[in-house]
């Protein structure tokens, strides 16, 4: 765990990951302009990083980023699933307990909570691998639910507003209804 608390060591664990992501966007066949989107927010994801700020921006850019690249070894380079619901776990374990650590908003739950996103994120990630969406549409919609949680544990974990909860989740709908109403619908 000494690792986890280390600034250079979570800097150097997320860059890694951030580039990973971005690489794999590049080798998975999408079109350049998305690619060229995609390297140009992971480049100012990488800035973020640096810097440690904003870790919420963090936490979502690479929730997104990730899941698309782990869609893509499912998809594309044809890897078992069981690799990629281990690798799921493993990093969105590491982001969410990065964003903890950097927002210090949970208490001594924090392992329970830990878990439970862990867990919630694997599960709509097995979820959406049986929708005939486009993969970067299911990533989208797992940056978003990334957003969702970072939401719930600002606000009723930390006992901030419980009201602004109400808003996370409207913005959340919104953003889930433009994604599956623009989804590729693959037949």
């Not at 302009?33 to 963090?58: A, C, D, H, M, Q």
């Not at 639910?145 to 600002?154: A, E, H, N, T, V």
Request: hydrophobic content about 60%; overall charge negative; charged content about 10%.
């Amino acid at each position: 765990m000494a690792v986890l608390h280390n600034a250079n060591s979570r800097k150097t664990i997320l860059a890694i990951v951030l580039i990973w992501s971005v690489i794999t966007f590049w080798f998975s066949g999408q079109i350049d302009f998305l690619n060229w989107t995609v390297s140009i927010l992971g480049l100012g994801t990488l800035f973020l990083i640096y810097f440690e700020r904003s870790p919420s921006t963090i936490l979502i850019f690479l929730s997104f980023a990730s899941s698309y690249a782990l869609y893509a070894f499912l998809y594309y380079f044809f890897l078992p699933l069981w690799v990629i619901m281990l690798g799921a776990f493993i990093i969105f374990g590491y982001l969410f307990l990065y964003t903890e650590q950097i927002l210090a908003m949970l208490g001594e739950e924090r392992l329970v909570y830990l878990l439970v996103f862990n867990l919630i994120i694997l599960e709509l990630f097995i979820f959406l691998s049986y929708v005939l969406i486009d993969p970067l549409n299911r990533s989208l919609i797992i940056g978003v639910s990334g957003y969702l949680f970072l939401g719930y544990c600002l606000d009723y974990v930390d006992k901030n507003l419980p009201m602004r909860f109400l808003n996370f989740i409207y913005i959340f709908l919104i953003l889930l209804a433009l994604i599956l109403i623009t989804a590729n619908w693959q037949i």
